[in-house]
């Protein structure tokens, strides 16, 4: 079966070379541009995992983090936060909002399939 991964980010290019990875990887994207777009489509959707971008227009990745821990038909949703803030705050508070994992710009490609993979791997472990 095909997971399906939800990429949201405001930055085009980033969206575009996220979605060619994920998909030559053999996930089904689905692609948000902001915060309320990314929200509409987990309720829809309901992906396995959101690539989910801090700093996005509307509703902020963390407001939809807290978004998706609060509804109880989103809670297996694994969310990996991309951002470019690196700081041990920026990471603490992505977590502490309950982000599954936690990835810096700019980051290796292979870096981020290997983190997708190891938590898809990980959440089908406990199912």
């Known amino acids: 079966m095909t997971e399906t991964i939800l990429i949201a ?4 290019n ?3 070379s996220l979605e060619y990875l994920m998909q030559r990887e053999g996930f089904q994207v689905l692609l948000a541009r902001d915060g309320h777009e990314a ?3 987990l309720q829809r959707a309901r992906p396995r995992l ?8 509307g509703k902020s990745g963390h407001e ?6 609060a509804d109880p038909t989103l809670q297996n949703t694994l969310v990996l936060m991309l951002s470019a803030k690196g700081r ?3 990471v603490a508070k992505g977590l502490g909002l ?8 700019p980051f290796s490609t292979q870096a981020l399939v290997a983190q ?3 938590l898809l791997a990980a959440r089908r472990r406990t199912e």
């Open 50 to 57: 959101v690539l989910l971008d801090v700093m996005m227009p």
């Open 39 to 41: 929200l509409a489509l």
């Open 88 to 90: 041990d705050t920026d």
């Open 64 to 69: 939809v983090c807290q978004a998706i821990r």
């Open 14 to 16: 980033i969206l575009v």
């Open 9 to 12: 980010d405001d930055e085009p």
């Open 116 to 118: 997708v993979r190891q």
């Open 98 to 105: 309950g982000a599954d994992a936690y990835v810096t710009k």
